[in-house]
């Protein structure tokens, strides 16, 4: 091969490798992709940032107790395992000042808001992957993960988002 092909060859090889890399940071900040790989999408206006499983546990993981009561089932008690939602907020690197709103998404399409001080709350919002000490499955294998919304506070349980994907700051 002579010097000029050899130069085009390198040059496309670049111009591949960058187009890929950014379809993958496209495909991560898809719902979907972000389900099937317990990753969450936490925004703040246009910035988006992507956390993964590894992310969220080294947050520092925390039990706590809440009483699940859904319209079919009576109320009961279960041990979850998770972060508070503020510390996962933190650890993207957003802001809550000054914000008045967070609105949690489910693959589903199935929206929460919380306000500011629900969230502030470190005892009453968490970010769950596991209950009474088995991981949340997704949605496909009959689970309510791989990360459940949980707000101890409320009553009943219509608020706490199954399927968790995306976490926005308003
Ligand atoms: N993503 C998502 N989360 C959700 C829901 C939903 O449809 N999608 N339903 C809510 C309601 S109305 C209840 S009572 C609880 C428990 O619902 P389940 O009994 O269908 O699990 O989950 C809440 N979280
Ligand atoms: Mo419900």
């Keep these: 091969m002579d010097k000029n092909k050899i130069k085009i060859t390198i040059g496309l090889l670049i111009v591949i490798v960058g187009v890929f890399a950014f379809m993958n940071r496209e495909l991560m900040?898809?719902?979907?992709?972000?389900?099937?790989?317990a990753q969450v999408i936490l925004k703040e206006g246009d910035l988006e940032v992507v956390l993964n499983h590894?992310?969220?546990?080294?947050?520092?993981?925390?039990?706590f107790t809440a009483i699940l009561d859904t319209s079919t089932t009576d109320p009961e008690e279960h041990t979850y395992t998770g972060v508070p939602l503020k510390k996962v907020i933190?650890?993207?690197?957003?802001?809550l000042d000054k914000k008045e709103i967070v609105i949690v998404k489910g693959v589903d399409g199935y929206t929460v808001a919380l306000s500011i001080e629900e969230v502030l709350d470190e005892e009453n919002a968490f970010l769950a992957y596991a209950v009474d000490g088995k991981a949340l499955?997704?949605?496909?294998?009959?689970?309510?993960?791989?990360?459940q919304l949980i707000v101890r506070k409320d009553q009943f349980s219509q608020r706490w988002c199954k399927f968790v994907v995306e976490i926005e700051v308003k």
Excluded: D, F, T, W
Excluded at 29 to 37: F, L, P, R, T, V
Excluded at 137 to 147: F, V
């Design 29 to 37: 900040k898809e719902k979907g992709y972000a389900h099937e790989n």
């Design 54 to 63: 590894e992310n969220i546990i080294n947050i520092g993981q925390v039990h």
């Design 90 to 95: 933190e650890e993207a690197g957003l802001s």
């Design 137 to 147: 499955k997704p949605k496909n294998r009959g689970g309510s993960g791989p990360y």
